[in-house]
């Protein structure tokens, strides 16, 4: 498939990029749209080319200044080599059978949580940084362990590209097991739609926050998850424990609305009082919001 680069941009939209069947092109699609975007866009003096300097330490070496940088900006920096510069990232991919739900929006909650997953490690290992993939739902599904190289890439996209839906929502004891493998510092991210003990959830980051890295939350949601936007009676099936419920939508609209503004802003305000990242994305919206927030983070890191 050739992509045209003037066309590049609109493949940051959902219902466009999920059309490419080949998980590595979509990826790359991804990647070069929010390239493309990124410079007609106001975020002026951000940077997705990262320094392969740091800012002179006490009990750093001298040996290690970089004197042609210094005799620029008057400032002493030290050059990094590769061990320092390369990042370990662990994404943790929610396949639980609520994820598959989609109402208006163009992609299932699973095909959005994929692309993004590929579209991040397809940047991060172009970086040489290592990625690590768990799949889990109410059990780990699959593990690859962090690696940097092109071979590992097609491993995670292999592995991405055949994943369904399967259980119910355990994230507390899945990122738990995986906590034990992280030992060196490095980038947490998760996504999902959540759906489990806010609290637990919790106390499980703070785990992986206190072993020194930094975490990143996407929180999927489809639009009509929050907005509740049905007008007809209906039948609500609860896609992992299969219950159901017949209720005409107005009568219970307003105290739903209620709950799950409540559930959203417990996620948030819990995350926040640990200094982590918490990014809402909506199933609409384009990849953009996500990418740049990993891109920021990259750079703070750094």
Not at 105 to 130: C, E, G, H, W
Request: hydrophobic content about 40%; proline content about 2%.
């Amino acid at each position: 498939m050739y992509i045209k680069s003037k066309d590049i941009v609109s493949y940051l939209q959902p219902e466009i990029v999920t059309k490419i069947k080949n998980l590595e092109l979509r990826a790359k699609a991804v990647v070069e749209g929010f390239m493309v975007g990124l410079h007609r866009s106001p975020y002026h003096g951000f940077s997705v080319e990262f320094s392969q300097h740091r800012p002179y330490m006490q009990g750093d070496s001298v040996r290690d200044i970089d004197w042609k940088v210094y005799a620029k900006s008057d400032k002493f920096y030290i050059k990094q080599y590769e061990e320092e510069t390369n990042l370990i990232c662990n994404i943790f991919l929610d396949v639980s059978n609520s994820m598959k739900f989609r109402h208006d929006a163009p992609v299932t909650k699973l095909d959005y949580a994929v692309t993004l997953a590929s579209a991040l490690s397809y940047i991060m290992i172009n970086q040489k940084d290592a990625v690590a993939l768990t799949i889990y739902s109410n059990k780990i599904h699959n593990y690859l362990s962090p690696k940097s190289n092109r071979m590992h890439l097609k491993k995670i996209l292999l592995s991405l590209a055949g994943i369904e839906t399967a259980g119910t929502t355990n994230t507390t004891e899945c990122l738990s097991q995986v906590t034990e493998k992280i030992k060196k510092r490095g980038l947490t991210i998760v996504i999902s739609d959540f759906f489990d003990d806010v609290e637990n959830i919790a106390k499980a980051i703070k785990k992986i926050k206190l072993r020194k890295n930094e975490v990143i939350l996407f929180h999927l949601l489809d639009p009509t998850e929050i907005d509740f936007d049905f007008d007809k009676d209906a039948l609500f099936v609860d896609l992992e424990t299969n219950e159901e419920l017949s209720s005409q939508p107005y009568h219970i609209r307003k105290v739903y609305s209620e709950s799950v503004a409540g559930f959203i802003d417990k996620l948030k305000n819990e995350m926040l009082n640990y200094g982590i990242e918490y990014n809402l994305i909506m199933t609409n919206e384009n990849f953009e919001k996500a990418l740049f927030s990993y891109f920021r983070k990259r750079e703070k890191m750094f």
